[in-house]
């Protein structure tokens, strides 16, 4: 077993990851279509559209509706007055909270690495209230660059002690964008199985897979890499 001689730094995805937003994210974009006059989405849909941000977001949801594209920036606009505080339907993981206070009382240095904008981030992270739990959160606009390239991970990580580009750490996310950006940081990921990946396990790099936050402690453990 690989054990860690020292907590390393471990970064969390959000969205699909720590959290199942995509019903809040789904009664936003459809109380947006509905202004526009536009037949709604189903929660299949939308959650499909869910882990590139809300730019391309809003780009999947005009292709699969009747929406002209030179209306996005006004769509995203709407949105995001909605986004900013859609929290009543968004729920933890089971056993996130559990995981992260073992992980913290560990001393493992824990961060967020999100493509979600920071806004809605801490909004979500304050209403669980887990905001103390990580020292730095890096959403999809604290950067010009966005998941799956590897600067906002390695910026995430930097800020907790790592080396900036070639850190010693963790990064635990559910789609193939964290996965992307994992290796792009060449940093192992562990993947949970339950968020909004698009295609099946076995097509995606990782170095564990898990479907239950019960376990992450002991697999942070064994999959931490040492210095």
Same mark, same amino acid.
Request: charged share 20%.
């Given at each position: 077993? *690989? !054990? +860690?001689?020292?907590?390393?730094?471990?970064?969390?995805? $959000?969205?699909g990851t720590l959290i199942d937003s995509a019903p809040d994210i789904h009664a936003a974009v459809n109380a947006v $279509?509905?202004?526009?006059?536009?037949?709604?989405?189903? %929660?299949?849909?939308?959650?499909?559209?869910?882990? #590139?941000?809300?730019? %391309?977001?809003?780009?999947?949801?005009?292709?699969?509706?009747?929406?002209?594209?030179? /209306?996005? =920036?006004?769509?995203?606009?709407?949105?995001?007055?909605?986004?900013?505080?859609?929290? /009543?339907?968004?729920?933890?993981?089971?056993?996130?909270?559990?995981?992260?206070?073992?992980?913290?009382?560990?001393?493992?240095?824990?961060?967020?690495?999100? *493509?979600?904008?920071?806004?809605?981030?801490? /909004?979500?992270?304050?209403?669980? #209230?887990?905001?103390?739990?990580?020292?730095?959160?890096?959403g999809g606009d604290s950067l010009p660059q966005r998941k799956p390239d590897p600067a906002p991970l390695h910026a995430a990580f930097a800020a907790l002690g790592a080396h900036p580009?070639?850190?010693?750490?963790?990064?635990?996310?559910?789609?193939?964008?964290? &996965?992307?950006? /994992?290796?792009?940081?060449?940093?192992?990921?562990?993947?949970? !199985? =339950? #968020?909004?990946?698009? #295609? &099946?396990?076995?097509?995606?790099?990782?170095?564990?897979?898990?479907?239950?936050? &019960?376990?992450?402690?002991?697999?942070?453990?064994? *999959? +931490?890499?040492?210095?």
């Open positions: 077993m *690989n !054990t +860690c001689l020292a907590p390393c730094p471990v970064v969390f995805d $959000l969205d $279509l509905r202004l526009n006059k536009t037949a709604p989405l189903t %929660l299949d849909q939308v959650r499909s559209f869910i882990g #590139g941000g809300v730019d %391309l977001l809003w780009r999947r949801v005009i292709a699969a509706t009747s929406l002209p594209l030179e /209306a996005h =920036r006004d769509l995203v606009a709407s949105f995001m007055t909605r986004y900013h505080q859609a929290t /009543a339907l968004t729920r933890l993981y089971p056993h996130v909270p559990e995981a992260l206070g073992q992980l913290a009382d560990r001393g493992y240095p824990l961060g967020i690495c999100t *493509n979600k904008p920071m806004g809605p981030t801490r /909004a979500i992270l304050d209403h669980f #209230g887990i905001s103390g739990l990580f020292s730095i959160v890096i580009q070639q850190p010693r750490g963790l990064y635990v996310g559910d789609s193939e964008f964290d &996965a992307e950006c /994992a290796e792009n940081a060449n940093v192992p990921f562990l993947l949970y !199985t =339950r #968020g909004y990946r698009k #295609g &099946a396990i076995e097509q995606m790099r990782f170095a564990q897979h898990f479907d239950d936050y &019960a376990t992450l402690p002991l697999l942070v453990e064994e *999959n +931490c890499p040492v210095a």
